[in-house]
């Protein structure tokens, strides 16, 4: 028999970490809330319609005993801890997938005598620290973790027949083997691939000529071919960080910013190396000699500040562990902590969009990645190089944007909350521009706005160079600055090409086109 994979899924683990953190009973309905949408809610919550991705307020109003939370990925990881501590006293080579999911060469078949009963040896372990836990085994690392998911055994070489029937958004079900593949599911479904067997049928040829490495990736998996297993070997030795504990380490906010100078030391390693790592080993040493170790994966590269959630996360687990007798904590102060990357990725393997659809623009990994290299920019070229875009007060469209140096919080010199009389009405133009236009009525007149804010004439034509179109709607005009020299009006007008414009009457009686409309 080849190498076997255990998977060990807790369900919910956010709604399960947040809830024993309040120590809630388990028959009260509780929702994990981040941007105001559900991404967890506990097995009483789904009883009352809640679901991933509702709002708050219709979540709230389907279930109004409902405990809301915020999400609190520290929380996750350090309750997450002795769970882990659980299974590697079975499997001692456990890597943690993300709070609530890991994976385990299913080594030791010998002593247990079938994958069974190893499994359900895990389980009582696991049951003894309170967790609620689901098994599941199978050849690769993506079918064991769907495997887990369903409490099912995957036969030897039965790989590809279990993902077969699969419906095809199952690719997107856990971020942890791959990344957001929300929108590469989404695709493969309106394509007429609706089952992972579907989308294997496919050539692997054609898959990595019409679409991105991730999707190659995910094909193989889809497949039931070999990928990667959990680490049982530490690679790359040169990069590993070891640092000898001045004093001892005994209080969680010293283990914290302990976790927070290695990551950073351990990151220039890999910078100087130009790799980046997406499996992490951390070893903690006691005085005595008792070890807590854990690998850590990351569908992206590790960043130093998520390599010290990590560490903190791991730190923080085991000695809350001994503070409070819930487990095995250690038996002394840590006096050695070691950051070996296990498994690194050339930089030139690495290349990401600079915005991801979907994603807030201040949140995330990705934004974060943004920001820093913003700041590289700056660096080099002054802080003014760099500017972005912050909403400011104003009528139009184009004074409600001032651009600040990317990092300042300066505060607009427009406020957006004070009030703006004959500001333009919603919805704002998609597109700005500032193209010269003229406007005629239907007898070729020029059209302007009066002192007293209405047309001269109604608009019929609107013209740049030789190109002239007819106008099929208008609305307007919204004058502002009414006295002398500061008229300023705008008008919006549908052209007969289907294009929908704002135009902006100036204090020089020329119309210019300030935006577009889709």
Not at 180 to 189: I, K, Q, S
Not at 277 to 292: F, I, K, S, Y
Not at 307 to 325: I, N
Not at 398 to 426: K, N, Y
Request: hydrophobic content about 45%; overall charge negative.
């Amino acid at each position: 028999m080849g190498r076997r994979i255990l998977a060990l899924w807790a369900p919910d683990w956010p709604a399960v970490a947040a809830a024993a953190e309040r120590d809630l009973p388990p028959d009260v309905p509780i929702a994990v809330l981040q941007a105001n949408r559900v991404i967890a809610c506990s097995a009483p919550a789904r009883r009352m319609g809640i679901r991933r991705g509702m709002r708050k307020r219709q979540a709230q109003s389907n279930c109004p005993e409902l405990v809301v939370v915020a999400d609190d990925p520290d929380r996750d990881g350090r309750l997450f801890a002795p769970v882990v501590t659980a299974v590697t006293e079975v499997l001692p080579w456990t890597e943690v997938l993300r709070p609530g999911l890991v994976a385990a060469p299913a080594s030791g078949l010998r002593y247990f005598g079938s994958e069974e009963n190893l499994a359900a040896a895990v389980v009582e372990s696991v049951a003894d620290v309170g967790a609620e836990v689901q098994v599941g085994v199978a050849d690769q690392m993506f079918t064991a973790v769907l495997a887990a998911r369903r409490e099912l055994f995957v036969p030897p070489g039965g790989d590809a027949e279990f993902l077969s029937p699969l419906p095809i958004r199952e690719l997107a079900v856990e971020p942890a083997l791959g990344g957001d593949r929300t929108e590469l599911a989404d695709l493969l479904w309106r394509l007429g691939l609706r089952t992972l067997g579907a989308f294997a049928a496919l050539p692997a040829a054609d898959v990595g000529s019409r679409f991105d490495a991730e999707a190659v990736v995910a094909h193989r998996q889809a497949s039931g071919r070999p990928g990667r297993t959990p680490s049982a070997a530490v690679s790359r030795p040169e990069l590993t960080v070891v640092h000898s504990c001045d004093p001892p380490v005994t209080r969680i906010d010293a283990a914290a910013f302990l976790a927070r100078r290695l990551s950073v030391e351990l990151h220039e390693k890999l910078t100087a190396a130009t790799v980046s790592c997406t499996r992490l080993a951390v070893h903690a040493r006691t005085e005595r000699g008792q070890e807590n170790s854990r690998i850590w994966c990351c569908a992206l590269p590790l960043t130093p500040e998520t390599t010290a959630d990590r560490v903190r996360w791991q730190l923080e687990g085991w000695l809350t562990e001994g503070a409070t007798g819930a487990g095995a904590g250690p038996d002394s102060p840590v006096v050695e902590l070691t950051l070996e990357p296990v498994e690194v990725s050339a930089g030139e393997g690495l290349q990401y969009e600079l915005s991801e659809s979907g994603a807030s623009a201040t949140d995330g990994p990705r934004a974060d990645r943004v920001r820093r290299a913003l700041v590289r920019v700056q660096g080099l070229l002054g802080a003014d190089a760099v500017m972005v875009p912050v909403r400011s007060g104003g009528r139009g469209p184009v004074e409600q944007i001032t651009l600040v140096p990317a990092g300042e919080s300066a505060v607009p010199a427009r406020p957006v909350s004070a009030p703006w009389p004959s500001r333009l009405p919603e919805p704002t133009p998609a597109i700005l521009v500032d193209a010269p236009v003229s406007v005629c009525d239907d007898e070729g007149s020029p059209v302007e706005v009066t002192a007293r804010g209405a047309f001269s004439g109604d608009p019929v034509v609107v013209a740049s160079g030789r190109h002239r179109w007819s106008v099929r709607w208008w609305a307007g005009p919204w004058p502002c600055g009414l006295s002398g020299d500061d008229m300023v009006a705008r008008a919006q007008v549908l052209l007969d090409d289907e294009r929908a414009l704002l135009l902006r009457f100036g204090p020089d009686g020329k119309w210019r086109v300030e935006g577009v409309y889709e």
